[in-house]
């Protein structure tokens, strides 16, 4: 019997379509060229550590039917994200807050805070004439010398690859300021890691379905195209394409992972290194995702994983991971978006198949809104 449909790839976008579809009676075959579901987000089990294999993953939402539902599946824990720069020696909570401010000056009120910084922005103003020409500028308009020179020229450019004199002042709309002593990372209402991590989490999600592994698309597409009747398609949309309009491109990033013996590395599950010369820009300590305070742990003791994560040029071929939404790409993907509008059959989903950076929230939102656009 033919499948209603072929989901192509078992990332959170592949998984809930997935599932809304095994709830509405139909039939699935969800395929991944990797060994294993979930995609960016799959999390392996290392010393009792969920490891999160392409880097940190936290959920984090407004929406509450998104939260709702990923709740069906898995519990969450209470993880806030409290992210540490480490700029030589110095340590500074992110995002800028009041402890960041207090450990910059030494200021206590807020009022001293906001003085400080109106007093380092006056003095960029005074030097830079007109519209900002380049990052640099841009941030020292919007934050003055010590933020810009501690904690973002470094870690900017280690990101984009150039020099912040050499990269565009888009790049960095605005610098977000709190001006209280608050270290949660996100505004969102609900935050948290799924317990028994992300992979188990998706393995519910795809319960129902047939799942095929180390399958790739391209290595066997006429027989697997044979197997549905539709197919969802969660990979890229250019490669879908054969790139014949040209191929979109992505920012990537390259992960050294390491088992250490110590109990604690950094003492936190992100920090995040703002210095040019260090050229990973953040290591992950992957037990703080799930371990709190001095709640009993279920990691093994002495053990330690921690991930290093270093930006990296993309090459067809490669992973992409973030997609860059320029003028270029942005033009090319209308392209691609008008030839599947004519390719009777077969829908794009995810990160990969809408060329957008999505959060996982916004993903799941998709694949739900999408379910229900195609099958009520
Ligand atoms: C480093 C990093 C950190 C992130 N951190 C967060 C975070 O903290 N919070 C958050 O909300 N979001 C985060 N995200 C975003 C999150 O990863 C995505 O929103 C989500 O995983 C996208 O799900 P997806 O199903 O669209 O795509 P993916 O997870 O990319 O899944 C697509 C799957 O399709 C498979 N595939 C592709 N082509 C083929 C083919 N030809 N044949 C077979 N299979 C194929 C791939 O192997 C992959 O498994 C982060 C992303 C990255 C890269």
């Known amino acids: 019997m033919r499948y209603d449909y072929l989901i192509v790839g078992a990332g959170l976008y592949g998984a809930a379509f997935a599932h809304e579809a095994h709830i509405r009676g139909k039939r699935c075959l969800v395929i991944d060229r990797r060994g294993h579901v979930g995609g960016n987000a799959y999390t392996e089990e290392i010393c009792g550590i969920h490891v999160h294999r392409y880097g940190a993953h936290i959920f984090h939402t407004d929406n509450k039917k998104v939260w709702n539902y990923v709740n069906q599946f898995a519990e969450f824990n209470r993880y806030t994200n409290s992210p540490v720069a480490r700029y030589g020696d110095e340590l500074y909570n992110l995002p800028f807050n ?22 380092q922005t006056a003095e960029a103003r005074e030097r830079i004439k007109g519209e900002p020409k ?14 810009y020179e501690k904690l973002v020229k470094g870690y900017t450019e280690k990101q984009w690859g150039r020099r912040a004199t050499e990269l565009p002042a888009f790049i960095i709309k605005r610098l977000p300021f709190r001006f209280v002593y608050d ?3 996100f505004n969102d209402r609900y935050q948290g890691i799924p317990m028994g991590g992300y992979t188990a989490m998706v393995l519910k999600m795809l319960e129902g379905s047939d799942v095929r592994l180390s399958t790739d698309f391209y290595k066997d597409r006429a027989s697997l195209m044979r197997e549905a009747e539709n197919i969802i398609f969660t990979g890229s949309i250019d490669n879908y394409f054969d790139y014949c309009y040209g191929a979109l491109e992505y920012r990537s990033l390259r992960f050294e992972t390491e088992l250490v013996d110590t109990d604690s590395y950094q003492g936190n599950a992100v920090v995040n290194y703002t210095e040019y010369d260090i050229p990973y820009t953040r290591i992950i300590e992957h037990k703080f995702f799930e371990e709190f305070g001095s709640a009993p742990k279920r990691s093994e003791a002495g053990k330690t994983v921690i991930t290093r994560e270093y930006p990296a040029m993309w090459q067809r071929g490669e992973d992409p991971y973030y997609p860059l939404n320029n003028e270029r790409n942005n033009d090319l993907l209308k392209q691609y978006q008008d030839l599947a509008w004519r390719t009777p059959g077969v829908y794009f ?3 990969l198949g809408k060329y957008r950076y999505y959060d996982m929230d916004d993903v ?13």
């Open 98 to 119: 009041m402890n960041t401010f207090h450990a910059l000056w030494g200021v206590v009120t807020p009022e001293e805070a906001k003085a400080e910084i109106d007093r």
């Open 134 to 147: 380049n990052v640099e500028e841009q941030a020292l308009l919007l934050a003055g010398r010590d933020i």
């Open 183 to 185: 270290n949660n990372y």
């Open 349 to 351: 989903g995810g990160r």
């Open 364 to 376: 799941i939102l998709d694949a739900l809104t999408d379910a229900e656009k195609l099958m009520g």
